[in-house]
DNA sequence: TTGTGTTTTATTGCCTCC
DNA sequence: GGAGGCAATAAAACACAA
């Protein structure tokens, strides 16, 4: 700011509230003032003399704006601050009856008070706004938490079903090459005539698997602990008209399975993926 | 003491409302 | 059109490390 402009520029300083505008060069102290001016700075803050004197002295225009010309811009003493904060926080908009009665019991102007809510209410809103994308920082970071969590379990899950699938898959060609063997020497496996009835090999053809090799103990089961197999509990559905594949299997409510085809797709996947319920 | 960052006081221009 | 609010900004006052 120029320092020439020093002191009122009452061309430009009437928008709000009528009166002129302090207009202080930059640096230095006003020479309106001379050493009191300096001294009074040099205190304290709390012992700096306010921009006012007494309530009656800002009630005479002519008075303060002729003859008490204003330092440069000071600050307000705590006493006033603290009044002008417990009025915010009753109001922290400004009537014009209290403006003037903040202002009187101040000695401050009425403009000085408008500013000081205004200001006062930007650092309301400035706060507002940081305490605002605090809470949705933190949401946001738990939110992200929880996702995070959840696609870990999901890739945990993932991977286990891809295992049980592969390991379900191994048995399911370990009995077809065991059905497949009792055919081309059934007494070899001292299998029961009749439980030709009760196995197939799912390969087509009529087969005779040794029982004892597919009874699965509870400890033998190929599934994840605390799962347990579940099928056709009325036992088993299947005949010799099958068309039988080597994925399939069926699961009997008493621990045997046999390899047997599904005939829809459906019931493949779920054999595959689906037939597990979590005790 | 000085440089620098922050806070406070004040102004300006624009907008809305009555 | 005047009054008042707000955002942006200037500038003084202040705090503090080096």
């Known amino acids: 700011m120029d320092p020439a402009r020093l002191i009122f520029d009452s061309s430009s300083s009437q928008r709000h509230h009528g009166q002129p505008m302090l207009l202080l060069g930059s640096g230095g102290?006003?020479?309106v003032f001379g050493g009191a001016a300096i001294s009074a700075l040099a205190?304290?803050?709390?012992?700096?003399?306010p921009f006012f004197t007494s309530p009656d002295e800002i009630l005479e225009e002519e008075?303060?704006?002729?003859?008490?010309?204003?330092e440069k811009k000071r600050r307000l003493t705590t006493d006033q601050v603290h009044?002008?904060?417990?009025?915010f926080e009753a109001e922290n908009k400004l009537e014009p009856e209290r403006k003037s009665e903040l202002a009187r019991k101040l000695g401050l102007q009425p403009r000085q008070v408008a500013v000081w809510f205004q200001n006062r209410r930007a650092r309301w809103k400035?706060?507002?706004?940081?305490?605002?994308?605090?809470?949705?920082?933190?949401?946001?970071?738990s939110l992200l938490s929880d996702h995070d969590s959840l696609l870990k379990e999901n890739d945990r899950l993932h991977s286990q079903v891809i295992s049980m699938t592969e390991t379900l898959k191994?048995?399911?060609a370990a009995l077809t090459a065991a059905a497949a063997a009792s055919v081309n020497d059934p007494a070899s496996l001292g299998v029961p005539k009749k439980a030709e009835d009760r196995l197939s090999t799912g390969s087509g053809?009529?087969?005779v698997v040794d029982a004892n090799q597919l009874v699965y103990s509870s400890e033998e089961s190929c599934l994840p602990e605390g799962y347990h197999c579940m099928g056709p509990v009325d036992g088993p559905v299947h005949s010799e008209e099958d068309d039988a594949s080597d994925e399939g299997c069926n699961y009997y409510s008493d621990g045997i399975f046999t390899a047997e085809h599904h005939q829809h797709q459906e019931e493949?996947?779920?054999a595959q993926l689906g037939w597990w319920v979590w005790n």
């Open 29 to 31: 102290v006003s020479p």
């Open 126 to 141: 400035t706060k507002q706004l940081e305490q605002d994308f605090d809470r949705l920082k933190s949401s946001y970071n």
């Open 268 to 270: 493949e996947e779920d």
């Open 63 to 70: 008075y303060y704006y002729d003859e008490q010309l204003p």
């Open 170 to 172: 191994n048995k399911a």
């Open 205 to 207: 053809g009529s087969a």
């Open 43 to 49: 205190e304290g803050a709390n012992k700096r003399r």
């Open 83 to 87: 009044l002008l904060e417990r009025s």
